[in-house]
């Protein structure tokens, strides 16, 4: 089973400023299957990032993600007051397909 | 639009059976395998497994073997999960989420509550 390990576990930052979001793998995600979600209270989470660095429909450009083999990141390159919520990695090139333990992005 | 629609919150006594209904709308149900994922309050995303819509075989990830049984009617695009001998530790939300290979739509949850 691939563990994935997201850092730091909570990010505290301003709008306007950057977040780099980590997530570690334990052993190699085939074919850079690496997916980014947002998840906001209340809600389900949301589709933002697959294949490592492609941005789902209706993601705004802010949102980017790169990596490959055992580390990826999500950027958010000015963060919005929208953008505040809890960020999961999975990864699904092998089974189980595991989620990383999430991110919180806090103001 | 694609959409997963999922049926009401239930309340459960232990040792009871829940069967969480996922009716998807605006695409070719057969097209795209139906995941299933769990969230205990306060918790992060488990993956609990996929079912096959074009075949009906299903995957359980290793926590989610024995209780857990995904199966589908492909007649009315909805798939179903159904849990038995329910515990305190089941309740959570659980999400249906369509899979071309990522988890690309979601449905809105069913919070599945297990209380005497």
């Not at chain 2, 009871?16 to 992060?44: D, E, H, I, L």
């Not at chain 2, 488990?46 to 990830?61: D, Q, R």
């Amino acid at each position: 089973e691939i563990v994935l390990t997201q850092s730091p576990g909570t990010l505290s930052l301003s709008p306007g400023e950057r977040a780099t979001l980590s997530c570690r793998a334990s052993q190699s995600v085939s074919s850079s299957y690496l997916a980014w979600f947002q998840q906001k209270p209340g809600q389900a989470p949301r589709l933002l990032i697959y294949g490592a660095s492609s941005r789902a429909t209706g993601i705004p450009d802010r949102f980017s993600g790169s990596g490959s083999g055992t580390d990826f990141t999500l950027t958010i390159s000015r963060l919005e007051s929208e953008d505040f919520a809890v960020y999961y990695c999975q990864q699904y090139g092998s089974s189980p397909r595991t989620f990383g333990q999430g991110t919180k992005v806090e103001i | 639009q694609v959409q997963l629609v999922q049926s009401g919150s239930e309340l459960k006594k232990p040792g009871a059976s829940v069967k969480v209904s996922c009716k998807a709308s605006g695409y070719s149900f057969t097209t795209y395998a139906m995941n299933w994922v769990r969230q205990a309050p306060g918790q992060g995303l488990e993956w609990m497994g996929w079912i096959s819509t074009n075949t009906g075989n299903p995957t359980y990830a290793q926590d989610f073997t024995g209780r857990f049984v995904f199966s589908l009617d492909t007649s009315v695009s909805t798939a179903y999960l159904q849990i038995s001998s329910l515990r305190a530790e089941d309740t959570a939300l659980y999400y249906c989420a369509r899979a071309p290979h990522y988890l690309d739509y979601w449905g809105q949850g069913t919070l599945v509550t297990v209380s005497s």
